[in-house]
């Protein structure tokens, strides 16, 4: 019989080991995109069933215009991973002078990790809201 002393000095060498769960795959998702008007970067941990996105960082800057603003999990509004697609909008809302942000990325894949398509940016609320449109690539990796 095994001592309750030994079982937990066992426990403590495979956690110690990384040995305590069964590893799970996870990749990392980047997104960017830079031109005059626009630059984009965005990072996160892409869950092991493609399906969850975690640690979500990033930036959204309009230097002709003035604006930043930080991205994180909160202003991710819906993400679709499923197939050939990749398509991901986020929605920073306004605070001071700076007006609500909403992106959206519609990509395909083109090789085993990247995905290539369009983003469509909107600046502000309402019809007369300027739109912004370019090409984006991601790569979930």
């Known amino acids: ?8 000095v066992a426990a403590g060498l495979v956690a110690g080991l ?5 590893a799970s795959a996870t990749a990392t998702l980047t997104c960017d995109f830079e031109s005059r008007d626009v630059v984009f970067h965005v990072q996160a941990a892409v869950g092991h069933e493609a399906l969850t996105l975690s640690g979500l960082v990033g930036e959204l800057k309009l230097p002709r215009r003035g604006i930043s603003a930080e991205i994180g999990g909160a202003d991710l509004m819906q993400t679709w991973i499923e ?18 942000l909403d992106l959206t990325i519609v990509t395909r894949r083109k090789t085993e ?9 909107r600046i502000g609320e309402g019809e007369r809201a300027p739109l912004l449109r370019g090409p984006i690539t991601c790569v979930v990796g």
């Open 1 to 8: 019989m095994t001592s309750s002393r030994s079982l937990v």
């Open 18 to 22: 990384g040995l305590a769960t069964p």
């Open 83 to 100: 197939g050939e697609d990749l398509r991901l909008r986020f929605h920073v809302f306004g605070e001071g002078d700076r007006p609500d």
């Open 113 to 121: 990790t990247d995905h290539v398509g369009r983003y469509r940016l």
